[in-house]
């Protein structure tokens, strides 16, 4: 973001050093023709020193214009009269500075039309391209403030599209949790105080994670431990769930809350497919940077018309689909294989993915 602290550094440093420079290449071209003077010098030193002090003038009055209200043309014929001012001024001023400043006895002011003239485009000449300079440097840094109030827009945008999609939890988890939590109370205190525990890890990561897009793969898996931990508490004896993870793959970044829908997915409608135990088996390895994790579940594939009852069926794999395409644009796979006796669900991230 350019500040206006930043912008005005940036004037003085080019205001004071192209000026400079510009002295120095007048001298040097009088001293290769062998033409440099004491006269020269003054002469040289009193225009820039003039056109130095009328640029800063002009600063003011560029300053007042809004470049949004005028068309290229119009800009272009105000800046256009404002030099052919400015380079009057700058005679008066340096004609004036070589008899206050250098003390010079004055030979009179050559004020012939022609010498006049010729004076006048010199001058005229370098203060229209002072002008192109500011304004274009001006227009660039108009179109730098305006990019990056874009940019911060569109990340402000994402974050709460992702942000949307993330937290777009089944709400059916919450409740049930609550209620076996409910019934356990009265029945096995030490089951319902390990079930809230369990629960509050859980619910701690989704409220922490929302403060990152990203998150060390470990820290989904360990998440997703203890939403399957619940889950074993409710269902006892009829789920199996196994993690494979190597240790490479625990600290890949993946966006925070991925694998959710997957996990809610395998159980809601493994459960109602699957013979019992249920059995769902993660796993997780990294190949050449390229990041695979794999969900499976016994049981078959549920098609949405089979579920008319909840017509929001694969709402969890669209969130999936939805985050991947934010976050990993032309970095990523996602598939679904469905075999007579389980579903795989693979999802691939890396830099040399191909859709």
């Known amino acids: 973001m350019i500040d206006l602290r930043s912008r005005h550094s940036l004037f003085w440093i080019l205001q004071t050093s192209g000026w400079a420079l510009y002295l120095g290449f007048i001298l040097l071209t009088y001293w290769a023709r062998g033409n440099l003077t004491a006269d020269v010098f003054r002469e040289s030193a009193s225009a820039i020193t003039a056109s130095f002090l009328v640029t800063l003038f002009l600063r003011l009055l560029y300053r007042k214009i809004k470049i949004q209200d005028h068309s290229v043309l119009t800009l272009s014929a105000r800046v256009f009269v404002l030099t052919l001012l400015g380079g009057n001024v700058i005679i008066w001023i340096s004609t004036l500075l070589e008899h206050l400043t250098f003390k010079m006895q004055s030979h009179g002011v050559d004020l012939t039309f022609k010498n006049y003239l010729a004076v006048f485009v010199s001058w005229t000449i370098p203060l229209i391209g002072w002008s192109a300079l500011y304004f274009g440097i001006k227009f660039w840094q108009e179109w730098m403030i305006q990019k990056d109030k874009a940019d911060k827009a569109d990340a402000l945008a994402q974050t709460a599209q992702l ?77 199996d769930v196994s993690f494979d993870v190597d240790s490479e793959a625990e600290e890949y970044p993946i966006a925070s809350f991925l694998l959710h829908p997957l996990a809610e997915n395998a159980i809601k409608y493994g459960m109602s497919t699957s013979p019992l135990p249920l059995k769902i088996r993660i796993k997780a390895a990294v190949h050449q940077g390229i990041l695979q994790v794999d969900v499976i579940n016994s049981g078959t594939w549920v098609e949405p018309s089979d579920h008319i009852e909840e017509p929001i069926i694969g709402m969890g794999l669209d969130n999936v689909r939805r985050r991947l395409a934010e976050a990993y644009p032309g970095k990523h796979h996602f598939e679904i294989s469905k075999k007579e006796d389980s579903v795989h669900v693979r999802l691939i991230i890396g830099k040399d993915i191909r859709r």
């Open 163 to 239: 942000q949307l999609l993330r937290y777009r939890m089944n709400p059916h988890f919450l409740f049930n949790t609550l209620n076996s939590i409910r019934a356990l109370i009265s029945e096995d205190k030490t089951s319902a105080k390990s079930m809230i525990t369990e629960l509050s890890e859980y619910l701690r990561y989704s409220l922490v994670s929302k403060n990152y897009e990203d998150a060390p793969l470990k820290d989904e898996m360990e998440s997703l431990h203890h939403y399957f931990v619940i889950q074993k508490m409710r269902y006892e004896n009829k789920l």
